[in-house]
Structure formats: C-alpha cells, structure tokens
C-alpha cells in the first residue's frame, strides 16, 4: 500500500504563500488519483484540489480556485499544492489522500491518508 506523508506547512501572514508536499513511500502513486483536503477541529472536511492519475485533468473547491495550484511528479512520487493569496480563513490542518478511482471531491472515495500538516495564517 502507499504511505502519504505532507509537510511544507507553517505560520505566514495573510496575502503570503506557502508550497506543501506529499511524499509517497511504500508503493508508487503513478496510477493513483491524488487530492488535498482541509479541516479544522468540530468541522466537516473540505476538498481544496484534485489531480488525475496522469495529470490530464485537476478540479478545485471553490476556497481554492484562483489561488492555489495542485501539481504531482509521478517518477518522484510526490503532489504539491501551492497556495498563494493566503487568508486567515485558510487557517486548518491539510492533508494528501489518494484513490484508485476517477477523479473526484468527495472524500469519502479516497482510500489513503497522510496525517496531516498545519497551516495557519495570520491577519
């Protein structure tokens, strides 16, 4: 199976811009649909990104479309978001997941999870 595990998150100030990663280890992701997932503690999981299995196709939530990117490197088993235009209501843990299935938003599909990276931005 593939192990998930992100980091790149941090402390920045609203306006600014961070790059998170997920690196897979365990197994390649190269034939996995891959997607990025907030949430803060009480609240329901939100989708931020998702990209297919060869990059030919990513769709965004609507707290990312415009300011952040997904992006994947298959030969180094790795999925990046970079978020840009930060704001405070970014504020949650984001976490990688992976699916074997078609591309989608719903959490629920994706079979495997990192533990997640903080981010939080500041006013």
């Known amino acids: 199976q593939v192990q998930l595990r992100e980091s790149g998150g941090g402390l920045v100030k609203a306006g600014g811009s961070l790059k998170l990663s997920c690196a897979a280890s365990g197994q390649t992701f190269s034939h996995y649909t891959l997607g990025w997932f907030r949430q803060v503690p009480g609240k329901k999981r939100e989708f931020v990104a998702g990209i297919s299995w060869n990059a030919d196709s990513a769709i965004y939530g609507d707290n990312a479309k415009g300011r952040f990117i997904i992006s994947r490197d298959n030969a180094q088993n790795r999925v990046y978001l970079q978020m840009n235009s930060l704001e405070p209501e970014d504020t949650a843990v984001y976490s990688c997941?992976?699916?074997?299935?078609?591309?989608?938003?719903?959490?629920?599909?994706?079979?495997?999870w990192g533990q997640g990276t903080q981010v939080t931005v500041s006013s």
């Open positions: 997941a992976a699916d074997l299935g078609p591309l989608s938003p719903e959490g629920l599909l994706y079979d495997i």
